[in-house]
C-alpha cells in the first residue's frame, strides 16, 4: 500500500466542511503573566485554509457556503476535529460550528 502524503494543500473537505487554521493561543495574560501550555486556552479563532463545496439540498442542489478561504471566523468550543500539519494546529468543522465571520 502506498504512503499518503497529507499537508495543507492536499486536504479538500467534503459536503458543508471546513479546514480551519487555528489561531495561536495567548502566551501572557493582560497582566503579563507567562502561561504554560497546560493553562492556555483553546483559541475558537482561526483562518479558513480549504471549503467544501456545500451541502446537498433535498432536491440534489448544492447550497452554497457562507464563508470562502481567506475567512476569519469564530466557532463553537469543542466543534469539530483537530488535526496537526507540519507542526500547525488545524479543525476541521461544519458549516453549522462556524458562528461567525470576524475582521
Known amino acids: 500500500m502506498a504512503a ?19 489561531a495561536e493561543s495567548e502566551e501572557r495574560t493582560a497582566g503579563g503573566i507567562l502561561l504554560p ?24 442542489k448544492r447550497q452554497p457556503m457562507d464563508v470562502k478561504v481567506g475567512d476569519k471566523v469564530l466557532y463553537s468550543k469543542y466543534a469539530g476535529t483537530e488535526v496537526k500539519l507540519a507542526g500547525e494546529d488545524y479543525v476541521l468543522l ?3 460550528d462556524i458562528l461567525a465571520i470576524v475582521g
Do not use: H, M, Y
Not at 4 to 22: A, C, N, Q, Y
Open 4 to 22: 499518503v502524503s497529507l499537508s495543507v494543500s492536499t486536504v479538500k473537505p467534503l459536503g458543508d466542511r471546513i479546514f480551519v487554521k487555528v
Open 37 to 60: 501550555d497546560n493553562a492556555r486556552e483553546k483559541p475558537q479563532v482561526g483562518e479558513v485554509t480549504a471549503v467544501g463545496p456545500g451541502k446537498l439540498t433535498e432536491d440534489g
Open 94 to 96: 461544519s458549516e453549522k
